[in-house]
């Protein structure tokens, strides 16, 4: 079961009647490892470059990736970043997390709950917000990302739009 569902927290096991006295001596079978506190995975577990975006996902489930991480998800920009920059509601307790470090935003009303994607990384269902909302908070938050961030998001996103729709720009270009 934790093969299949990739990361799970503690509560999810429980929830399909795994009892937390089974989970710690799988652990000291060797054959769950503990990732972090609450998280565990199978000790063949396949990771990828998004475990730690899985990882947070789990452990902070009504945060959403935003800003650099999702430019990052959706292959905008060339910055790698240091930390995970989540969104939360403006009055959200900030989650304490020893790995990865996190970054959060805050966003309310609309700003928070509109544009929301959810991808599948490691059998995790992430939710992050869509290409288009993400190129527009970059500018919104230039003062935290940086103008030149923003700038080549932007760019990266309208060459994107341009190469997925080449025969109506040229078909525009031609009744022009």
């Not at 739009?161 to 022009?176: G, R, T, V, W, Y």
Request: net charge positive; charged share 25%; glycine share 6%.
């Amino acid at each position: 079961m934790i093969r299949r569902l990739g990361i799970v927290r503690v509560a999810e096991l429980e929830a399909h009647g795994v009892p937390r006295g089974q989970l710690y001596r799988l652990v000291r079978k060797g054959l769950v490892e503990r990732q972090a506190r609450g998280i565990y995975v199978a000790s063949r577990h396949p990771f990828t470059a998004e475990h730690t975006l899985a990882q947070v996902a789990k452990r902070v489930p009504g945060g959403v990736l935003c800003l650099l991480t999702a430019l990052r998800l959706h292959e905008l920009t060339t910055q790698a970043p240091a930390e995970a920059w989540i969104a939360l509601p403006e009055k959200a307790r900030k989650p304490r997390l020893d790995y990865p470090r996190l970054r959060v935003a805050r966003f309310s009303g609309a700003a928070l709950t509109e544009g929301i994607e959810t991808h599948r990384l490691e059998n995790v269902d992430v939710r992050v917000y869509s290409a288009a909302k993400t190129v527009a908070d970059c500018f919104k938050y230039r003062n935290k990302v940086g103008i030149d961030i923003a700038v080549e998001a932007l760019r990266d996103f309208s060459r994107g739009i341009a190469a997925a729709q080449p025969s109506s720009l040229a078909s525009h270009a031609s009744a022009a």
